[in-house]
């Protein structure tokens, strides 16, 4: 059950605290009984490293942008556009993408949980799991994308998607200005990952 | 029903403000690297479903106090086999 943990705040390499210690046994145990395999454990983890990244998002960002129709796929179906694109999906259920318009700014949440479109942006950043977030972002968007120095025009409507573990969203932002007939990978390179969270924008050319 | 799940946080005040951080980083400690790979080995292993394990981590009763990892690992800890 939950011990006392009081060291969340302040792990350090040097020390092996209460939780690494428990990572460690549970990672002996299950090895012992037979469940896993430690270099599956590795793989696991160099593959949330390296390819399972917001740069898969980035890509469908970009191609939205330039293709037309890939667009219209996208925001009818966005598990299935994705999917055409042969991203791995992960978490195997509806990915629905929101369009950013100039009069309205979509963010996405999971008040719930951590809920997330991982095959598109990777793994959750620790704020979007926290409580600050997951608590204001449905009752004070404003001020929340302050916290992120984000500023939008009072008349631009801002709408939040509340994620499930069924249904994940995946905000499709605003082209920058003064980047035509730019290719889609350099289009790419704009795309952040807050930007498809809806709390940053893309980057300017 | 006895249910009580700690995790219904919309709307609720008094958590205080977002603190964003660099999009490059993924981990704060390496323990979180392991942590997450055996949830998710053994979530394939088809020990528990989503929902089980959602209803384990959302009914801790210190859910608030463990940052998201902790409460992977206590949750598998409380659990184990």
Redesign the interface.
């Known amino acids: ?3 006392h ?1 009081h060291d ?1 705040d302040h ?1 350090h ?1 040097s020390e092996l ?1 209460e ?2 210690l ?6 002996t ?2 090895t012992e ?1 037979g ?3 430690p270099t ?3 793989a ?2 160099e593959a ?2 390296t390819k399972i990244g ?1 740069r898969n998002g980035s890509v469908v960002v970009a191609k939205a942008w330039t293709d037309p129709a890939f667009k219209k796929a996208l925001l009818e179906d966005a598990t299935k556009a994705v999917a055409s694109m042969g991203h791995m999906s992960r978490v195997g259920d509806h990915l629905v993408a929101v369009e950013n318009t100039p009069k309205r700014h979509n963010m996405i949440v999971c ?4 809920c997330y479109p991982w095959e598109v942006l ?2 959750p ?3 979007y ?8 972002a ?2 004070d968007p404003r001020g ?1 994308l302050d ?2 120095g984000i500023k939008l025009p009072k008349d631009t409507e801002i709408r939040v998607w ?1 994620s499930t ?1 069924e249904t994940r969203f995946i905000v499709l932002p605003m082209r920058p200005a003064g980047t035509e007939g730019w290719s889609e990978e350099k289009l790419a390179d704009l795309v ?3 930007s498809m969270i809806g ?1 940053g924008l893309p980057k300017a050319p | 029903m006895s249910y009580l799940s700690h995790a219904d946080l919309g709307g609720q005040p008094g958590h205080g403000p977002v603190l964003p951080e660099p999009e490059d980083l993924r981990f704060h400690a390496d323990w979180e690297r392991h942590a997450l790979a055996l949830v998710l080995a053994m979530g394939a292993t088809g020990s528990w479903n989503i929902d089980m394990s959602r209803a384990a981590r959302e009914t801790l009763p210190d859910y608030l106090r463990l940052s998201y990892y902790q409460s992977y690992v206590v949750t598998k800890a409380s659990e184990r086999a």
């Open positions: 059950m939950a011990g943990d969340h792990e390499g605290s939780t690494q428990r990572v460690r046994a549970l990672e145990v299950l009984k469940y896993i395999d599956a454990l590795d696991i983890i949330y490293e917001p008040t719930l949980c951590s990777g793994l950043p620790v704020w799991k926290s409580a600050p977030y997951r608590s204001r449905v009752k929340v916290d992120f509340d573990a952040t990952r807050d709390t």
